[in-house]
């Protein structure tokens, strides 16, 4: 079982930046892709960047783009995720996500363990 523990979350003005990291219990975490969701009140959980177990590929959902990155330290077993330009939706609880394939996470597809998650509220 992989145990992922997400940090980071908290309250922020539009416009401002927060990191977001998370840390695996995994000894092989390299293996893993590894990726970032969230889910607003009311909506669904949804896709918002991932990251290959070998850092040459990432993903991003279009509303992030250019806003977000998502990055990896596979010594740490860390997965972070700086999110700067930040708008009041964004606000939602955000979930650290392992599995085989960041391409299929676009989908919500090939997730095999989650974290409990990290409340990050944008203040307008």
């Known amino acids: 079982q992989v145990q992922l523990e997400e940090s980071g979350g908290g309250l922020v003005?539009?416009?401002?930046?927060?990191?977001?990291?998370?840390v695996s219990s995994a000894r092989n975490f390299s293996r893993y892709a590894m990726g970032w969701f969230r889910?607003?009140?009311?909506?669904?959980?949804e896709f918002v960047a991932g990251i290959s177990w070998n850092n040459v590929a990432t993903y991003y959902t279009d509303s992030?783009?250019?806003r977000f990155i998502i990055s990896?330290?596979?010594v740490k077993r860390a997965v972070d995720l700086q999110m700067n330009s930040l708008?009041?939706?964004d606000t939602a609880v955000y979930?650290?996500?392992a599995g085989d394939s960041a391409y299929m996470f676009r989908i919500n597809y090939g997730i095999d363990y989650w974290g409990k998650g990290t409340?990050?509220?944008v203040s307008s």
């Open 13 to 22: 003005q539009a416009g401002g930046s927060r990191r977001l990291s998370c």
């Open 39 to 45: 889910q607003s009140p009311g909506k669904e959980r």
């Open 64 to 66: 992030v783009k250019g």
């Open 72 to 74: 990896r330290d596979n």
């Open 87 to 89: 708008k009041p939706k």
């Open 95 to 97: 979930y650290c996500a």
């Open 119 to 121: 409340l990050v509220t």
